[in-house]
């Protein structure tokens, strides 16, 4: 069986956050995702709040696989962007504090041209978010899902002031028309998580989330794929839609445990 360890994404469960640790640990998920905006907020835990929500994963054999910080806007945007870069500073300390590692986050569609001033923007921002890594010892992975494997690379190789991590969300760049594989190549080496959902391309060119093992993502490739290249982090089931959101992931972690042997 290929190493890999499962995590799940729990606010897509609809549940109160102790009932889904119980929910997570139950169908064999040993770690969570977490959402560090409105699920899991730093300012609602105390000292020792922190030190009994550990106590409380280690009793269900949890660990947090990776905290989530979501936002409307992208990271060019400059509406609100210095409390938005604030916030993600934040969730980068609160994750060392919970002995994570990763804060995962989408910045928007990076921009083509690397000679516009969003594009100049967007380096600076994640400059000075790298920064904070270097102090904090957490790392940002963006989610990129519309953007080529060349932007991506374009885009990574401008932040020179510390760690910049990827987020593979692969069947979100798959509903968006892209190659989770090339994507993957280009920038293996920065891959800090992967979520593992799955989707389609309709007729139109839609994007349609599906449950995993239904789509059009070659799961025992993809897989082998991840391993080959040196990933050895969390797998994160996710499910962002649909009437028995619990049961697809229950059911996708099935799936992946078949795909990897055991």
Not at 56 to 82: G, K, N, V
Not at 155 to 168: A, F, Q, T
Request: a negative charge; aromatic letters at 6%.
């Amino acid at each position: 069986m290929i190493p890999f360890r499962i995590a799940a994404v729990t606010r897509h469960f609809g549940q109160p956050l102790a009932v889904a640790l119980r929910t997570a640990a139950e169908f064999g998920a040993r770690g969570v995702q977490l959402e560090v905006r409105s699920e899991f907020r730093p300012s609602d835990l105390s000292e020792t709040g922190r030190r009994q929500f550990s106590h409380q994963l280690s009793e269900q054999l949890l660990a947090i696989s990776a905290f989530e910080f979501p936002t409307r806007r992208a990271f060019y945007d400059q509406d609100s962007l210095d409390s938005r870069v604030a916030g993600l500073k934040a969730a980068l300390e609160f994750a060392f504090q919970l002995k994570t590692s990763v804060v995962v986050g989408r910045i928007g569609r990076i921009p083509e041209d690397p000679a516009s001033p969003n594009f100049e923007l967007l380096v600076d921002v994640l400059n000075d978010i790298a920064r904070q890594s270097n102090r904090v010892g957490s790392t940002f992975a963006i989610t990129p899902t519309v953007d080529s494997a060349e932007t991506i690379t374009r885009l990574l190789d401008r932040v020179v002031d510390g760690p910049i991590g990827i987020n593979l969300d692969i069947g979100g760049i798959v509903m968006a028309g892209g190659d989770p594989v090339s994507i993957f190549r280009a920038v293996h080496d920065r891959v800090l998580a992967v979520q593992i959902r799955d989707g389609l391309r309709d007729i139109d060119g839609q994007g349609q989330e599906v449950p995993v093992g239904r789509g059009e993502v070659a799961w025992d490739e993809m897989l082998a794929l991840l391993h080959e290249g040196g990933y050895r982090n969390w797998l994160t089931v996710s499910r962002s839609v649909g009437d028995d959101r619990i049961g697809d992931m229950i059911r996708a972690v099935k799936f992946i445990r078949n795909v990897l042997g055991g």
